[in-house]
C-alpha cells in the first residue's frame, strides 16, 4: 500500500471524529485522498484512499479535471 508522509511539520491534530469522507490535499492544494479512518489515540495519523480510484467509481470531478493532477493507478 502507497504511503502518503508530508514534509511539513506534523499538525497537533491531522484527524477526529467525524472526518471521515474528508479530502486530503497536497501542498498544490490538489486533491489527492478521500480519509476514511484516523488514529483514535493520537489523533495525528489517519489511512486514506487514493482519490483516482474514488473519482473513477463515483463518477465524479474535482475541479474540472478527471484526475485531480495526480496520475491515477490502475
Known amino acids: 500500500m502507497p504511503t502518503v508522509a508530508s514534509t511539513a511539520a506534523a499538525p497537533a491534530v ?3 471524529r467525524g472526518d471521515s469522507g474528508s479530502v486530503i490535499v497536497n501542498d498544490n492544494k490538489e ?3 478521500l480519509l476514511w479512518a484516523a488514529d ?3 489523533r ?3 489511512i ?3 482519490i483516482g480510484p474514488v473519482m473513477r467509481e463515483l463518477q465524479i470531478m474535482i475541479a474540472g479535471a478527471t484526475d485531480a493532477g495526480l496520475v491515477i493507478p490502475a
Open 48 to 50: 486514506a484512499n487514493h
Open 44 to 46: 495525528r495519523q489517519g
Open 31 to 33: 486533491v489527492v485522498g
Open 14 to 16: 491531522f484527524a477526529d
Open 40 to 42: 483514535a489515540g493520537t
